[in-house]
């Protein structure tokens, strides 16, 4: 079946550092490839998608790579903030019909001043 | 703005009892989904459904239902509530279509069963 693995957390950064957020995949298919992100408090909301191999999705200074031939969907961003202190979750959609998303089980970043 | 909101931020129950948890979307989404997410685990699906009157097992239905009588609304029940369903519930609503990829969350309800 389809699976995420994401790098196991916590991750603690200090402001400006620089973000990698690992997230390889398991599909059949082509599936489509998410980041969500969970402030403190708050639920889920989309931070950025790629629906295709190659496909950069991008949003608030992240960004990630849709890589089909190392099944690969890794979170950048430059230089963190401490604003950016959240869970962050990885997903994928099976693009043949099915309505669900697939998490995985989500990296807990805490950025310091 | 999509606002999804579940009735309760926390709740306290004991082992035996009927819980019910509700969850109400004002974007007029056909589909909507309950997850819970436990530390280590991330989230995992109970429910979902994609119409009204229509409900499809997650991946971890055992001992929960669900009910969807009304589009806005989607209700989690714990026949018989047990400590091992200590747990932060989410509910998430979406679009059909090439949207339905798209989840919004509702904040959550942290349930503790003693």
């Known amino acids: 079946g389809n699976s995420v693995t994401q790098m196991e957390g916590p991750v603690t950064l200090s402001e400006e550092a620089f973000l990698t957020i690992n997230c390889t995949y398991t599909a059949t298919g082509y599936p489509s490839l998410f980041w969500y992100v969970q402030y403190p408090g708050e639920g889920l909301q989309l931070l950025l998608k790629?629906?295709?191999?190659?496909d950069k999705g991008s949003n608030k200074g992240f960004e990630a790579t849709y890589r089909k031939e190392t099944t690969s969907f890794h979170l950048e961003k430059g230089s963190v903030q401490v604003s950016d202190s959240a869970v962050y979750f990885c997903?994928?959609?099976?693009?043949?019909?099915?309505?669900?998303?697939?998490f995985g089980k989500g990296t807990k970043l805490t950025v310091n001043p | 703005d999509v606002k999804v909101t579940q009735s309760s931020r926390y709740l306290v129950k004991r082992t035996g009892e009927k819980v019910f948890l509700e969850c109400v979307q004002d974007m007029d989404h056909e589909n909507m989904f309950w997850y819970r997410q436990d530390p280590g685990l991330g989230l995992r699906l109970i429910y979902f459904s994609y119409d009204v009157k229509m409900k499809e097992k997650g991946d971890i239905p055992e001992g929960y239902s669900v009910s969807r009588e009304k589009k806005e609304r989607f209700s989690l029940i714990l026949e018989s509530a047990s400590t091992n369903q200590t747990s932060m519930y989410l509910c998430?609503?979406?679009?059909?279509?090439?949207?339905?990829?798209?989840?919004?969350f509702g904040s959550g309800t942290q349930l503790s069963v003693l």
């Open positions: 997903a994928l959609s099976d693009r043949g019909g099915s309505e669900k998303l697939v």
């Open positions: 998430a609503s979406s679009l059909m279509g090439s949207q339905r990829e798209k989840l919004f």
């Open positions: 790629a629906t295709k191999a190659d």
